[in-house]
């Protein structure tokens, strides 16, 4: 499956942004789906994920301000997030695996080319 993120962007602490997913090639409801990050000179870190089922779980750091979505009709995948603060400054990917939902970045399978998200203070 092919992935492209989308929706990053410049914006104040505080405000939210909606990132969006578009994934092509295979079955998109078939894949458990996660968000990633990476900020400059840190390791790649779990932010959010949503099971074939459409469970979901959230990192620490995000819970209650993000919320991850799927569309499986239009084959995307969405990370909302609101009260954003400048520590959510990264690179965001999102990824599919096909075999279980995790928060471990090295059990997923394909990923997109991520989308630079920058919070202002």
């Known amino acids: 499956v092919q992935l492209q993120a989308s929706g990053g962007g410049l914006v104040q602490a505080g405000g939210s942004l909606r990132l969006s997913c578009a994934a092509s090639?295979?079955?998109?409801?078939?894949?458990?789906m996660g968000w990633f990050r990476q900020a400059p000179g840190k390791e790649r870190e779990f932010v959010a994920a949503?099971?074939?089922?459409?469970?979901?779980y959230y990192a620490d750091s995000v819970k209650g301000r993000f919320t991850i979505s799927r569309d499986n009709a239009k084959s995307t995948l969405y990370l909302q997030m609101n009260s954003l603060k400048p520590e959510d400054t990264a690179v965001y990917y999102c990824?599919?695996?096909?075999?279980?939902?995790?928060?471990?970045?090295?059990?997923?399978?394909?990923w997109g080319q991520g989308t630079l998200v920058t919070v202002s203070s």
């Open positions: 090639g295979r079955t998109f409801s078939r894949y458990n």
């Open positions: 949503i099971s074939r089922s459409g469970s979901t």
């Open positions: 990824a599919a695996d096909g075999t279980r939902v995790t928060m471990d970045p090295l059990e997923y399978d394909y």
